[in-house]
């Protein structure tokens, strides 16, 4: 089946460091890509997501391109701050599927310290 | 409220017991799915729904039963808990099938 791949964790940053969270995928095809965020003690919210070869998607300050030929979607922040704390998960839907299923990544924790 | 709950939020039970965790969502979504988070396996899919009366399973599915009677709620059943189910649940909805899903607050459960 499908597999999504991040970076593993945890990362611990200090606040305005450059961030960058790895995340790879094996879904054939063209799959919609996300990046989740899980604030402590919440369910899973949508950061950014990007349905075609070539797409940015963008969000917060953070940014992620959908790379085709490298099968790719690196999440990326200029200059992090402590409310990022955060976990984050990329995942991937492939096209063509009837219900959706989405398939996560392990998921990063991310510190930022002030 | 608008959004998508789940009741309990925390739940304590004893192997062999059988526990519902409930979701509720107002969107009057079409499709609906429970996960499992647990560490060092990220989320993974147990049961998924596209309308009322269309379930199939996921990823994990043994040991789990949903029902979806009614569009808003998707309930999630464990019939005979075991050990190995304790962990957080998520439910989820989402308008189209490889849109945004909207994921509700989690339950924490842990079995005795």
């Known amino acids: 089946g499908n597999s999504v791949t991040q970076m593993e964790g945890p990362v611990t940053l200090s606040e305005e460091a450059f961030l960058t969270i790895n995340c790879t995928y094996t879904?054939?095809?063209?799959?919609?890509l996300f990046w989740y965020v899980q604030y402590p003690g919440e369910g899973l919210q949508l950061l950014l997501k990007?349905?075609?070869?070539?797409d940015k998607g963008s969000n917060k300050g953070f940014e992620a391109t959908y790379r085709k030929e490298t099968t790719s979607f690196h999440l990326e922040k200029g200059s992090v701050q402590v409310s990022d704390s955060a976990v984050y998960f990329c995942?991937?839907?492939?096209?063509?599927?009837?219900?959706?299923?989405?398939?996560f990544g392990q998921g990063t924790i991310l510190t930022v310290h002030p | 409220d608008a959004g998508i709950t789940q009741s309990p939020r925390y739940k304590i039970t004893e192997t062999g017991r059988q526990v519902t965790l409930m979701c509720h969502q107002t969107?009057?979504?079409?499709?609906m799915f429970w996960y499992r988070q647990d560490l060092g396996h990220g989320l993974r899919l147990i049961y998924y729904?596209?309308?009322?009366?269309?379930?199939d399973k996921g990823e994990v599915p043994d040991g789990y039963v949903v029902s979806r009677s009614k569009t808003e709620n998707f309930p999630l059943t464990l019939e005979s808990a075991t050990r190995s189910q304790t962990s957080v649940y998520f439910c989820?909805?989402?308008?189209?099938?490889?849109?945004?899903?909207?994921f509700g607050p989690g339950t924490r459960l842990t079995v005795l």
């Open positions: 989820a909805s989402s308008e189209s099938p490889t849109g945004e899903q909207f």
């Open positions: 879904a054939t095809g063209y799959p919609s």
């Open positions: 990007a349905t075609k070869a070539d």
């Open positions: 995942a991937e839907v492939a096209g063509g599927t009837s219900y959706g299923k989405l398939t």
């Open positions: 969107w009057s979504h079409s499709y």
């Open positions: 729904s596209a309308a009322a009366d269309i379930t």
